[in-house]
């Protein structure tokens, strides 16, 4: 396992990671990208929470979850996406989802949180935005 802090956690306050989760924020003018990659699953549900709940402290106004990387994902890790955008929509930022892999894409379906949760099929968000 690798040790993963927050920029909300204090040195003293340390939140373990699965080694196949990856989650770095990429900051731009207006937005920020987080690039998911692993699996979203109960073990990593934890770390995950409260990663994306440091990244909405310093995000803009539009968060994007890229999640081209990510190789699958269960009820755990889809709680976790559903929770951090009810407190994104609560701070005014509007979060997308982009590029779900087919098994995620599949649950998000079948779960009905495609409904919930804006989801774009490719990465290109700005794009499918923009049009």
């Known amino acids: 396992m690798t040790t993963f802090t927050t920029a909300a956690a ?4 340390l939140v373990r990671v699965p080694d196949e989760v990856r989650m770095p ?7 920020t990208i987080v690039a998911l990659t692993g699996t979203l699953d109960g073990a990593a549900a934890p770390a995950l929470r409260e990663h994306l709940i ?3 402290r310093h995000s803009g106004r539009l968060l994007i979850f890229d999640l081209r990387e990510v190789a699958s994902a269960d009820a755990a890790g889809l709680a976790v996406l559903i929770g951090i955008q009810r407190r994104a ?3 005014g930022i ?4 982009a ?8 649950l ?14 490719t990465a290109d968000v700005h794009a499918e935005i923009a049009a």
């Open 10 to 13: 204090s040195a003293a306050e």
């Open 25 to 31: 924020a990429h900051r731009r003018p207006g937005h």
């Open 54 to 56: 440091a990244v909405l």
């Open 89 to 91: 929509a609560g701070l």
């Open 94 to 97: 509007i979060l997308r989802v």
């Open 99 to 106: 590029a779900p892999c087919p098994q995620v894409a599949t």
């Open 108 to 121: 998000l379906r079948v779960t009905g949180l495609d409904r919930a949760l804006i989801v774009h099929p």
